[in-house]
Every structure is written in structure tokens, then in C-alpha cells.
Nanobody, 130 residues
Framework: VHLAESGGGSVQVGGSLRLSCVVSGNTYNSYCMGWFRQAPGKEREGVGAIIGDGSPVYADSVKGRFTISQDNAKNTLYLQMDSLKPEDTAMYYC?????????????????????????WGRGTQVTVSS
């Protein structure tokens, strides 16, 4: 499975960017996906993910500003980022893995469970300046 992010760049405070992540070599009919980021000198953190029932979950720091979506027909994941802040500056990564079934229900990891994702892109840089 190969992931390629794009769409990063430099933007001023309050601006918007949309990141894309193209998934290839996918052997799953569907997959779990998440977005993560790592700022210089900091640990990688979860931004958001789409969990087993198909609903998105977000880190508190981006809730209401970021939107995750996926287009399975295009094998592409998206992260729409609005009202960007300087603290959003980071390298952004997408990650995917196949879903599992837990107690008969489809299960996908959340953005707080990055160790559950086995396939990662190389990242795209987002810089927000004031």
C-alpha cells in the first residue's frame, strides 16, 4: 500500500488548505484512515480519523476547523483545513489500514491510536504565518 500526500504549503493566519492523500496498492474493499501531524521538536499527534461507523472524530485542537473526508472511488483522502493558526504549522501525514471486526461491528482506530495504522505517507508541510 502506497500513500502520497499533497496540498501542503504556506498560508497566512485564517487561511485554508486542503490536503489530499492518494492511496494505491490497496487490497482492501475499504480502509480505515487518519490524519496526523508533527511539529518541529514535538511528538506526532493525531488530527482526526474516520472510525468504524464512518463518522469522523477530531482532536480538540482542530475541532470545528478541520474536516476529514474520503472518496473511495478515487482512493483519495482529504483534510480540509480552515481558520488556520500558527500552531497548525507541522508536517501532515495520512495513514491507512484495513478495518477489523470487533464484536460483529466494523472497527477502525481513532486519531489517538496511531500505532494501529500500518501504512503511512511521507507527509506534506503546512506552514501558517501571522
Amino acid at each position: 500500500v502506497h500513500l502520497a500526500e499533497s496540498g501542503g504549503g504556506s498560508v497566512q493566519v485564517g487561511g485554508s488548505l486542503r490536503l489530499s492523500c492518494v492511496v494505491s496498492g490497496n487490497t482492501y474493499n475499504s480502509y480505515c484512515m487518519g490524519w496526523f501531524r508533527q511539529a518541529p521538536g514535538k511528538e506526532r499527534e493525531g488530527v482526526g480519523a474516520i472510525i468504524g461507523d464512518g463518522s469522523p472524530v477530531y482532536a480538540d485542537s482542530v475541532k470545528g476547523r478541520f474536516t476529514i473526508s474520503q472518496d473511495n472511488a478515487k482512493n483519495t483522502l482529504y483534510l480540509q483545513m480552515d481558520s488556520l493558526k500558527p500552531e497548525d504549522t507541522a508536517m501532515y501525514y495520512c495513514a491507512v489500514d484495513g478495518p477489523t471486526v470487533v464484536y460483529g461491528a466494523r472497527w477502525c482506530p481513532s486519531h489517538n491510536e496511531e500505532d494501529e495504522f500500518n501504512y503511512w505517507g511521507r507527509g506534506t508541510q503546512v506552514t501558517v504565518s501571522s
